[in-house]
């Protein structure tokens, strides 16, 4: 059942800004079973939900935590403020936030064939995807970019690590593009944040960054760079 959490001196504002689900409400076994990918801040984890069914769980671990505490807090408000505000059919849905003893997870739709990159690999040959097939990716992955770019009028949202890792796969063959931790406000919009900011990481897989980017991290970021990113991973395709 939704409610909403305790606030912890941290974590009170994103509590209160999003759907809450209580931790004992999602079952997951804590060994590799559920275990679906890890990345530098957290575990991806399947879960069930008495009411949502099969969800996936995008653990941060918080508790004992020194240094980076404030930086993986930034990471997941980042990620949640922008996913609440996208709807689309290649876009992952988020459902919520929960809080275990160690760590908050981001509640989202779970996508069951996994990422992109690993069911190229499965396939054995990696360059081996009929091109009908990659026809598909290249135009639901730009769909998806083209609504993260364009459906706000007064900004633009960035997706910053677009990469196969990050473009998942439903059964059907459907992608939802995941993984917003990146995520970047375009400021060739003219948007200057209002009551919707957040802060942008300069964090990057170098081969799927544009030119302009690694040669100055800190530039701003536009939808062009996420172009660029679409290219390459059409390299492994
Ligand atoms: N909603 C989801 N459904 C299925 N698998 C997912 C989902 N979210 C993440 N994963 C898996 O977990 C991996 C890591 O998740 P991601 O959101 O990319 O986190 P990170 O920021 O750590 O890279 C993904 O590459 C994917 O394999
Ligand atoms: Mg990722």
């Not at 399947?46 to 404030?70: M, P, T, W, Y």
């Not at 990716?137 to 083209?146: E, N, P, V, W, Y």
């Not at 007064?154 to 939802?176: F, Q």
Request: positive net charge; charged residues 25%; proline residues 3%.
């Amino acid at each position: 059942m939704a409610q909403v959490l305790s606030a912890r001196k941290y974590n009170a504002r994103m509590t209160s800004s999003f759907q809450s689900y209580e931790a004992s409400s999602l079952k997951t076994s804590w060994d590799k079973d559920d275990l679906l990918g890890r990345g530098s801040f957290g575990k991806a984890r399947r879960c069930i939900h008495d009411q949502l069914g099969k969800v996936v769980a995008k653990c941060f671990k918080v508790e004992g935590l020194s240094v980076n505490k404030d930086k993986v807090m930034m990471n997941i408000e980042r990620e949640m403020k922008v996913l609440y505000r996208l709807k689309h059919q290649h876009i992952v849905a988020i459902h919520g936030i929960t809080e275990w003893s160690d760590c908050i997870g981001i509640i989202m739709e779970y996508v069951e064939a996994g990422n992109l990159d690993d069911c190229l690999w499965l396939q054995g040959d990696i360059k081996n995807v009929p091109l009908l097939l990659q026809l598909r990716f290249a135009h639901q992955i730009s769909d998806g970019l083209r609504y993260l770019h364009h459906h706000d009028k007064k900004r633009s949202y960035v997706h910053c690590d677009l990469k196969p890792e990050n473009i998942l796969l439903t059964p059907d063959l459907m992608v939802k593009i995941a993984d917003f931790g990146s995520v970047a406000i375009a400021t060739a919009t003219g948007a200057t944040g209002g009551s919707f900011t957040i802060t942008s990481t300069t964090q990057h897989t170098p081969f799927y960054t544009a030119p302009e980017l690694l040669g100055n991290i800190l530039s701003d970021k536009k939808p062009s760079m996420d172009v660029y990113r679409w290219e390459r991973v059409f390299v492994f395709l």
